[in-house]
């Protein structure tokens, strides 16, 4: 199997797990993608009943209305039940890199507002430490050259997300700036250290936040408990 037929089977699988009547946090992502085609099939066939999902991005918000799920914006609901994200690196200890696809900031605000949190990845997103896969920061446009510069200087390998040759813009309207450190040694200080730079709104270091994860693997899905 290829690496989308392993985000195929985790998608898919992961649907189990929405259970009629939740309010189900929809993440962002190819997998994602997988898992909320299978759940508008589900809700169509009315396998799944009365569910609301809440989107952690515009993509996704279009993707599920357009297959007819019931969506609602995070600030109509007081809780979510369960949210099914993708992550682009997870390591030993259950940390994670997020934002790949560009939606850490409301990734991680509904993350917050989640009862359950499970990430969906294929085998190759499974590493010893994290930081091979760049770690993203989100930074508002003002003064953000400045912000660039510091992290070039503290020597974190900054480079801008690009779409083409305009710099990336968010659903916030946001730059993304890609670190690029190889290996972290200490991801809590890191974040620590990052979410404390003025004009950085967010960092894509996931810490503490993820309940299970189902690994897409050659010999089947794969459920890990984290907490
Ligand atoms: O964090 C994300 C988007 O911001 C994605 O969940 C992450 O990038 C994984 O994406 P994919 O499933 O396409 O590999």
Known sequence: MDQNALKEQTGKESVKYIKSGMIVGLGTGSTVKYMVDELGKQV????????????????????????????????????????????????????????????????????????????????????????????????????????????????????????????YRTDENNYIIDLHLGEIDDPKSLADELIHMVGIVETGLFLNRVNDVIVGTQNGPKVLHAR
């Open 44 to 167: 169509q066939e009315g396998k799944i009943k009365d569910i609301i999902g809440v989107t952690t991005s515009s993509r996704t918000a279009k993707q599920a209305t357009d297959l007819g799920i019931t969506i609602k914006d995070i600030d109509d609901v007081d809780h979510i039940d369960l949210t099914i994200d993708g992550a682009d690196e997870i390591s030993d200890d259950f940390q994670g890199i997020k934002g790949g696809g560009g939606a850490l900031l409301w990734e991680k605000i509904v993350a917050n507002a989640s009862n359950k949190v499970m990430w969906i990845v294929d085998e190759s997103k499974l590493v010893h430490k994290l930081g091979a896969f760049p770690l993203p920061v989100e930074v508002i446009p003002f003064g953000a050259q400045h912000v660039f510069n510091r992290l070039e200087k503290k020597g974190y390998k900054p480079t801008w997300r690009m779409d083409g040759d305009q710099k």
